[in-house]
């Protein structure tokens, strides 16, 4: 066989394999190295190709994507430094658990180390951040090498997929000419068949004697608290909600829980802590006898003190499967077990255990709800930021995704989102917590064809305004709320703050430049509401347009600042004078 029919057979096989093992949507951004990949995918019957010019964007656009679908995406770019430009989103799937293959075109190997254009060492580019690491054979189309491509194929979804989400690399090597030829009789390899490879993964289950003794150990503490930090399941909300009813306890629900909204009991949760656990002497009156927690560590650094506040209390961690998120330091013990069937076992093997409400419980249910009254109070009139926050969810709609940023977006997010029954699927990039590719993020979740709101602030907007472009070429329906206070508006909460000679130029870093000639130019349709009411007839008006439409809200740092700490002032001082009294 020559060259061009080894070439186009392996990665057709490859490319094919993908496919049958479950991948539907592959993020593809243009170059030479690449054609043999980005060819044959464009060419497969069963796989959506998304182009996106810039591989940092791209990168992020399948990672949103990743988020909504809970499903493997697939990268494909050329050799040099596109590779490279994949590195932050790796990185945040790794730290957030998502699911993506990047598939790296390189020079052969005669052309590595010796000067050749568009050529970089891309072996393990991405370190530790992949769960795997492959470096492709060259092309060849003999009957072994096609079921060695169908094998890598189906092992880099699986690996993608199994265990902790996470992303995987393979690196293919190619020579010259790189165009393939579909012409070729039977190119796909043979037809209706099933994977070539598959796995089947069980839920993992604790003994029936551990259960018991654990179970034995919680009931017998009433002073317990369940935390339910950054999670994807929408199903753990109903098992952490009953869980904690039987045990009688609150729950501490971060905002990416899954468990603020929805149609399960939210008797139990406790959705106000972040605003009174910033107090020292409340949170020396609220010692727990034990915390029991699911998901990632919360958003809120109110409850990082918390935990720093109580390091002899025993804690358990509800993993899935193994890993460490217990970035405090306390004594922990971790507890590997799907988390549905642990709520409901540990249910049943404390079946003849029934707790009553509890003093305990009450005076957390008191505090958040002196905490959700002073966040019913009306506004001035005045447009703040934790007020375009609380329009914001106040207006989205139900069965829809809202995709939030970094700093002071899911800040605000975690002040202002309260327990309802309207459905929202919550998503953010809390593994690295940065504000790069949030933009691209927001339009890749929109992809899917969910509805989808992304909030973000001017920094974040600004840092990945070419991600715009996807939602341009395809005509994605998403509505961005950018929350603008000209500059960096966290780090007026940092001590940072009180350095006044080099605060603005390093931290503050107004940008002093208008999104709206930016948005027009992506084809997006552009609102600047000046009040509350009109900003919720934007927001309503916004979800009514299609393709990409920008709400933009012009706030003040320093009000801001103000604002919050009034807020948090008032309600600090009422739960320490009527409750703790």
Same mark, same amino acid.
């Given at each position: ?69 809970? /499903? ?44 050749? @254009? ?6 393990? =580019? ?48 190619? /020579?010259? @000419? ?51 930090? @950054? ?61 029991? /927690? ?30 460490? /998120? ?154 961005? =709320? ?12 940092? @001590? ?43 927001? =309503? ?41």
């Amino acid at each position: 066989m020559n060259h061009i029919e080894d070439l186009t057979r392996y990665i057709a096989n490859f490319v094919d394999e993908l496919s049958k093992s479950g991948l539907t949507d592959v993020v593809i951004s243009p170059g030479s190295r690449s054609t043999p990949l980005a060819m044959t995918i464009a060419e497969h019957p069963d796989i959506k190709e998304w182009i996106v010019l810039d591989e940092r964007s791209a990168a992020f656009f399948g990672l949103g994507l990743a988020k909504q679908t809970k /499903r493997p995406v697939a990268l494909v770019c050329s050799s040099g430094t596109a590779a490279a430009n994949y590195f932050p989103a790796i990185v945040e799937a790794h730290q957030s658990r998502v699911p993506l293959i990047a598939l790296t075109a390189d020079r052969p190997h005669e052309l590595r180390d010796i000067g050749a @254009p568009q050529a970089i060492d891309q072996i393990r =580019l991405y370190g530790d951040y992949v769960k795997n690491f492959h470096e492709m054979a060259l092309p060849e189309s003999s009957e072994g090498m096609l079921r060695y491509a169908r094998t890598r194929a189906a092992r880099a979804v699986n690996e993608a997929s199994t265990g902790n989400p996470g992303p995987v690399h393979l690196n293919f090597p190619f /020579r010259e @000419p790189l165009v393939p030829d579909f012409s070729l009789e039977n190119v796909w390899g043979e037809p209706l068949r099933e994977p070539f490879t598959i796995w089947h993964e069980g839920n993992k289950k604790l003994s029936e004697g551990f259960l018991k003794h654990f179970a034995n150990k919680l009931y017998a503490n009433k002073k317990g608290v369940i935390v339910c930090g @950054p999670q994807v399941d929408e199903d753990v909300a109903e098992a952490v909600s009953i869980l904690a009813e039987s045990l009688g306890v609150p729950v501490l629900a971060d905002p990416l829980s899954q468990l603020r909204t929805g149609t399960h009991s939210t008797t139990n949760i406790i959705e106000g802590y972040d605003a009174f656990l910033r107090n020292e002497k409340i949170r020396k009156a609220l010692k727990p006898d034990y915390i029991l /927690r699911f998901g990632a560590m919360p958003v809120s650094k109110a409850y990082l003190f918390y935990l720093k506040d109580n390091p002899d209390v025993n804690q358990y961690v509800i993993e899935e499967h193994e890993g460490y /998120r217990e970035p405090v330091g306390n004594p922990t013990e971790f507890i590997i077990a799907d988390p549905i069937s642990f709520c409901s076992d540990l249910l049943e093997a404390g079946s003849s255990v029934h707790a009553d409400e509890t003093e305990w419980l009450n005076t957390w249910k008191e505090m958040n709800k002196i905490v959700k009254s002073h966040l019913a109070t009306s506004s001035d009139g005045s447009l703040t930021e934790g007020e375009a926050v609380r329009q914001l969810v106040d207006v989205v709609p139900d069965n829809s995704s809202l995709y939030v940023g970094n700093s002071m977006a899911i800040r605000d997010v975690d002040t202002f989102l309260q327990t309802g029954e309207k459905k929202l699927t919550l998503l953010a990039n809390r593994g690295a917590n940065g504000i790069d590719g949030m933009v691209s993020s927001g339009i890749g979740a929109s992809a899917s064809g969910q509805p989808v709101t992304l909030l973000l602030g001017d920094l974040s907007f600004y840092h990945d305004m070419n991600g715009l472009l996807a939602a341009k070429q395809y005509n994605l329906d998403i509505t961005i =709320l950018v929350v603008n206070n000209n500059g960096g508006g966290i780090f007026s909460f940092l @001590p940072q703050v009180s350095s006044e000679k080099h605060f603005e130029a390093l931290f503050g870093t107004p940008l002093d430049i208008e999104f709206k000639q930016a948005i027009e130019m992506y084809g997006g349709s552009y609102h600047n509401p000046k009040s509350p009411n009109e900003l919720k007839e934007a927001l =309503l008006k916004s979800y009514g347009e299609k393709g990409l439409s920008v709400v933009e809200v012009k706030t003040d740092r320093t009000e801001n600042l103000h604002w919050h700490r009034d807020l948090w002032k008032g309600i600090e001082e009422e739960i320490l004078k009527s409750v703790f009294q």
